[in-house]
């Protein structure tokens, strides 16, 4: 129906047009809504016309209407709307379109076409929200809206995300048009992706329904070929994704209906027609849609076409930068790349995958794939963590692929124990498991035997590796790696030519392996056979096209070789040089980050003398890497010609003990060769003996231990200070080196150096033996000479020793002798003071209120003192008080001048003191005290005063308990119990035995000269005087209490008296009778126990001071009776 209106509309537009030609009223708007109507119309047939070129010549016409309708009224709205979805149509014309769209809409937002054809654009443009805002808009401004503005609508809804009014809107438009097949197609989809099996038959049977209604929807077809594809039913899937390409002409969903037919191909394995599709749909397809570019990468590493792949998978990641299995064979494809940034690329890629997904077994086995070439302790984690994932996820046992990857890790780290503990293990899952899968699992025990084999030959048990080797070649007879191991087994035995045997076997089953020419190459190099291993480096060359990098190397360093040759032709060495940099450089083009390439250079740049050029390359190298064991080698050779031995020694013995586990004959030569030229030949000798245990049949390493041995003598017999036992040792070395190098010149094969050298050293060491008896002889004189000088010395050092030894005896006995007698001295003096200070009255203990007594308070007397009775207070005659006036006058006077020489005492102590300082640390000290004949202050004014008394005196012993101790080692004249005077003044007390508080007292007290001058050894000591209780003098008149507080306050800043209990008994000690140094003492009721007799002890710094007269008077008035 729907045809013949068109064509029928088709016609009487025709005819219209031709009868237009009357002129009428708004015949313009009338002949523009004819051809509007006639574009429209080819328009519509355009649309369904499956030819392509029919389809043009029907927009041509349309495109022809439409211009000529512009010339009659451009900006009618109708007509622009009419323009733009032709436009819109076209497909390439979608701005010109919107901006046509945009003008009806300014002057009508409401207009219904223009919003639904705004709405297309947007939702093309994936602006899914706006063009919601259209579709509303045209559904408001009428509301019997065709079901197509619904459908928008639903699409818009599901774009979205809002799935409910998806499913809304598509029912709403089922109910307006059932016919609609793009509402069906919706609901169908909801349907199908709900997971819901109901659901599922639900969506297939609306599938079914929009087929019937219209079997040529491409959007139906390609949907039932996706469900037909996961019934794996691919005859319907390619039936019907074929009608659904030749039915449409839109690119995306051509795009769908290639990669449908693709992928079922593609699981049929038919991978050219998957790989053609896959290929056609790419082309279509938006750059968003992804799936055909994943096919098709599947299919070029199915070809082989890495590169291609990479490109495909990465153009997924450029839209799905998280996805994993993406991702992952992304990084699979950049691990086999030569290039270092795609091999570090892979491992990153590979960590995000294991990060994403932790139990993915496969990413943790590419992953260690890829850490196996850079970190091997990593690549062990990655199998331990896949094989742990199995035992706990799947709970299976561990496959033996990756245990043989886990023991070939160990392998690389050497732990060889736990290596062969996998090998077995994997072994003998593949014997368990081998009626399963005998093809693959056989082929993974051939694998494992031949890493087996490898272990044992790195454990040196080179029987069990033959044997093994051996084993597999029986059943795979053209292994050829088996080959070639067998012959790097008789290689290390020196097995030269059996080796060589080995190595043709491998060339048999492949004339052209790289390696097994490589290895024969090595072998004619380690015999100095220099033409055939070029030969043999140059036919690899050839067959991989100049490409084999480990070849030009080779080359290279045969020409490099050939400069340290001793038969070298010194007029090539320039050819010689400039062809092995021509081979390095040409490795270094090839890979520039070639390291061995770049230490050849600077190899060629030392040799040509530019020696810091060459240091600067081989450092390089070593920053790059440090575990190449040949920079270290070139970098201590380079010390070496910069005279910087000891750096250059540092360096081989690094290189030694890092690499070689101090094994290396080839170090140790160049170790020897340094000592050598640093002039330690002694050393170079010891070098070269223990190279020559390691090496006993090497004759280079004979040659050099006998020229060391030739210039060792040659310097011993030249010393002419050299001992008997030296030269006769030199003589020796000698006839051996004579003898080493008359054999070394003889030698028939090829040697390592010159023959014609060795006969010359011959002949200079026959030469040096024969002038030998002449320094035998020599030196035997000498030693004799010497040997009677030596019994010179040591007689006449005998004699000094004696005579030395005699002095010290004689100066030890005349110390004991000074020592004994000084003993002697001390106990007669301490026989004279024994009984100095004892006090025949006892001393009643006073006890003495706290702060100052009143006038009116009674008066405290001294308890040793005749007059100090209160019942005689009044029998004092006159003259005794004069005479207290009397002294009370000369005490003032006194302290006048005693503030005035306040300075110079002073200064005085100062300086004593100091003096004393310097003879302690000179060793001398006062043994006991002393008795000075007579005292005289420097400021002596009136000579007829009484006499002073002045002590010097040893420190006492510090006393611990409070108590003296009478032992009479406290009397011992040590000088380190001398040193420390106490600085406190003690009280003591009586105790049982007043004999040792005497005792102990003497070593501490000093006698003026009046009283020690009446004592003889005839007379017994005068009785003291009593102890003077620390008392407060009641002063009657202001005049005595003003001088008395000016004695107190001159005393007072040059000494401190202390006040102390001994042994729990009150003593009291007073050097000035002043107010202000009244101390506290306990009341007699709460020491009950006190002693009967207080006894006053006198302490002074370590050296005495000289007071004057008048403070000495003051100081020792208390033991003067009143």
């Known amino acids: ?167 809304m809107a598509f029912q709403r438009a089922l109910q307006l048009d059932p016919r609609s097949t793009g509402s069906l197609i919706g609901q169908a989809i909801l349907h199908l992706n709900s997971g819901d099996k ?44 074929q009608h659904a390409l030749q039915g449409t002409e839109v690119e995306y969903i051509q795009a769908e209906s290639c990669y449908q037919l693709a992928r079922s191909y593609h699981n049929q394995q038919k991978y050219d027609q998957a790989f053609q599709y896959y290929y056609q749909s790419t082309q279509f397809a938006s750059p968003s849609y992804v799936l055909p570019h994943f096919g098709l990468g599947q299919m070029y590493i199915a070809r082989g076409d890495n590169p291609n792949a990479a490109m495909c998978f990465e153009k997924v990641l450029k839209i799905q930068p998280n996805n994993n299995e993406t991702m992952k064979i992304l990084g699979s494809l950049y691990s086999q790349s030569d290039d270092s940034d795609k091999r570090e690329q892979a491992k990153v890629l590979l960590q995000k995958v294991t990060t994403q997904c932790p ?248 040799v040509k003398g530019h020696i810091r050029e060459a240091r600067d390359v081989f450092a390089q190298v070593r920053e790059a890497t440090a575990e190449m064991p040949d920079v270290w080698l070139n970098l201590a050779h380079i010390y070496i010609e910069q005279k910087q ?105 090829k040697q390592k150096y010159d023959l014609n050298h060795a006969g010359a050293e011959a002949r200079q060491c026959t030469d040096l033996l024969s002038q030998a008896q002449y320094h035998v002889a020599r030196a035997r004189k000498l030693d004799d000479e010497q040997r009677a000088i030596r019994m010179q010395q040591e007689k006449a050092k005998q004699e000094l020793e004696s005579k030395r030894k005699e002095e010290e005896d004689k100066r030890l006995k005349e110390e004991e002798e000074k020592h004994q007698a000084m003993l002697a001295q001390r106990e007669v003096y301490r026989e004279k003071a024994k009984n100095i200070l004892i006090f025949t009255e006892e001393v009643e203990p006073v006890r003495v209120p706290k702060g100052r007594k009143k006038k009116d308070d009674e008066p405290i007397y001294s308890s040793g003192d005749p007059s100090s009775d209160p019942d005689k207070d009044d029998a004092l005659n006159e003259e005794e008080k004069a005479q207290k006036k009397k002294e009370k006058s000369e005490r003032k006077e006194k302290k006048r001048q005693a503030r005035e020489n306040k300075k110079k005492a002073r200064k005085e102590r100062e300086r004593k003191r100091l003096q004393q300082e310097k003879e302690e640390k ?52 040590s000088p380190r119990k001398k040193a420390a005077p106490s600085k406190k003044r003690k009280k003591f007390s009586d105790s049982e035995d007043d004999s040792d508080v005497r005792a102990e007292i003497e070593a501490d007290t000093s006698l003026n000269d009046r009283q020690i001058s009446d004592i003889s050894e005839d007379d017994a000591p005068p009785p003291p005087a009593a102890p003077v209780v620390e008392k407060k003098i009641e002063e009657s008149d202001s005049d005595d209490k ?48 006190t002693a009967e007799e207080l006894v006053s002890e006198t302490v002074f710094e370590k050296e005495p001071e000289t007071p004057s007269k008048s403070e000495e008077k003051k100081k020792y008035s208390a033991l003067i009776p009143l």
């Open 1 to 167: 129906d729907d045809k013949e209106a068109t064509e029928s509309s088709g016609i009487n537009a025709e005819y219209g047009q031709k009868d237009a030609a009357t002129d009428y009223h708004d015949q313009e708007k009338d002949k523009m809504l004819a051809l509007d109507t006639l574009a429209a119309y080819y328009v519509r047939l355009g649309r369904k016309e499956k030819n392509r070129e029919n389809r043009k010549k029907h927009f041509a016409k349309a495109t022809s209407l439409y211009t000529q309708a512009d010339k009659i009224i451009m900006y009618d709205q109708n007509h622009l709307v009419g323009r733009a979805h032709f436009c819109l149509l076209e497909g390439d014309k979608t701005d010109q379109a919107d901006a046509q769209f945009n003008f009806v809409l300014a002057k009508s937002d409401k207009h219904i076409a223009a919003n639904m054809g705004k709405a297309c654009i947007l939702f093309n443009k994936k602006d899914f929200k706006l063009a919601l805002g259209h579709f509303k808009k045209a559904l408001k401004g009428n509301d019997n809206c065709p079901a197509s503005v619904r459908l928008g609508m639903g699409l818009c809804f599901y774009r979205l995300g809002n799935l409910d009014k998806a499913q």
């Open 198 to 241: 109901e659901k599922l038959h639900k969506g297939v049977k609306l599938l079914s329904t929009a087929y019937g209604i219209d079997s040529a929807n491409s959007m139906t077809l390609n949907h039932l070929a996706n469900h037909f594809f996961f019934k794996k039913d691919y005859q319907k899937v390619q039936h019907l994704a």
């Open 359 to 606: 139990e993915d077994i496969e990413a943790w086995i590419e992953l260690g794939g890829i850490l196996q070439s850079c970190d091997i302790h990593e690549a062990l984690n990655a199998y331990n963590t896949a094989a742990q994932i199995i035992r706990d996820n799947i709970n299976e046992d561990v496959p033996p692929e990756i245990l043989n990857n886990i023991a070939s890790c160990l392998f690389q780290l050497g732990k060889y124990e736990e290596c062969l503990t996998h090998y077995e293990t994997a072994l003998d899952y593949c014997k368990r498991e081998l009626q399963n899968d005998e093809s693959y699992l056989s082929a993974i025990t051939v694998t494992i035997t031949y890493n087996l084999a490898r272990l044992y030959e790195a454990l040196h048990e080179f029987s069990k590796a033959e044997d093994l080797y051996k084993a597999v070649l029986k059943e795979h007879p053209n292994y050829l790696d088996c080959y070639l191991r067998l012959g790097c087994i008789a290689r290390d035995r020196e097995q030269i030519f059996e080796a060589s045997n080995w190595f043709k076997d491998a060339l048999q089953i492949n004339q052209d392996n790289a390696d097994a020419w490589t290895l024969i190459g090595n072998l004619h190099i380690s015999k100095q056979e220099w033409g055939p291993g070029q030969k043999k480096f140059e036919r690899i060359i050839k067959t991989t096209n100049d490409k084999d990098s480990y070849s030009i190397l080779a080359i290279g360093n045969v020409w490099l070789q050939m400069l340290y040759q001793p038969t070298r032709d010194r007029d090539k060495e320039q050819k010689y040089q400039e062809r092995a940099l021509a081979f390095f450089k040409q490795v270094m083009r090839q890979d520039p980050r070639n390291m061995y390439a770049a230490n050849g250079i600077g190899c060629v740049l030392a």
């Open 645 to 749: 031995f000891v750096s250059a020694i540092q360096m081989y013995e690094n290189c030694l003990k890092k690499f070689y586990k101090h094994h290396n004959v080839e170090i140790l030569l160049y170790l020897a060769r340094a000592h050598f030229v640093y002039g330690k030949l002694e050393e170079t000798r010891r070098i070269l003996l223990r190279a020559r245990h390691m090496a006993p049949h090497d004759n280079l390493i004979l040659f050099n231990l006998s020229y060391v041995l030739r210039h060792l003598a040659t310097s011993t017999l030249r010393d002419e200070k050299s001992g008997l036992e030296d030269v006769v040792s030199a003589v020796r070395n000698l006839e051996l080196a004579q003898r080493f190098f008359t054999m070394l010149s003889k030698a028939t094969e």
């Open 922 to 973: 000179s060793g001398k000290y006062t043994s006991k005290a002393f008795i000075s004949d007579s005292e005289e202050d420097e400021n002596n004014e009136d000579d007829d005063k009484e006499p002073e008394r002045k002590m010097e005196t040893t420190p006492a012993k510090p006393i611990k308990s409070g108590v003296l101790d009478s032992d009479s080692s406290d009397l011992d004249d």
């Open 1042 to 1089: 003003e001088a008395t507080e000016q004695a107190t306050e001159a005393v007072s800043e040059d000494e401190k008296i202390e006040s102390e209990t001994v042994g729990g008994q009150e003593g009291l000690v007073s050097e000035t009778v002043t107010e202000d140094l009244v101390s506290e003492t306990a009341p007699p009721e709460e020491n009950p126990e």
